[in-house]
Nanobody, 111 residues
Framework: VQLQASGGGLVQAGGSLRLSCTASTNIFKYINMAWFRQAPGKERERVASITTSGSTNYADSVKGRFTISRDNAQNTMYLQMNSLKPEDTAVYYC??????WGQGTKVTVSS
């Protein structure tokens, strides 16, 4: 199984980005997924997670600004990020079933 993350880039504070993570598996709908991020010099932290039934959970720092979702038909998970802040700058990683990491996509928010 491989994970392909995309959608990162440079955006001004207050802007939006949507990250995507596509898995090469036909059992995607049975797998819990999550987004993590790692800022320079900091530990990797969980941003949001979504279960097979669609239940979601968010870090306090992104509640109300980020939305995690999934499209099982496309084997893809998304992270809609709104009202971005400079402190959201990090490499964002997707995690499949608490086991497999994607390659990361870089998000830079300028002030």
């Amino acid at each position: 199984v491989q994970l392909q993350a995309s959608g990162g880039g440079l955006v001004q504070a207050g802007g939006s980005l949507r990250l995507s993570c596509t898995a090469s598996t036909n059992i995607f709908k049975y797998i819990n997924m999550a987004w993590f991020r790692q800022a320079p010099g900091k530990e990797r932290e969980r941003v949001a997670s979504i279960t097979t039934s669609g239940s979601t959970n968010y870090a306090d720092s992104v509640k109300g600004r980020f939305t995690i979702s999934r499209d099982n038909a496309q084997n893809t998970m998304y992270l809609q990020m709104n009202s971005l802040k400079p402190e959201d700058t990090a490499v964002y990683y997707c995690l499949l079933d608490n086991k497999l990491w994607g390659q990361g996509t870089k998000v830079t928010v300028s002030s």
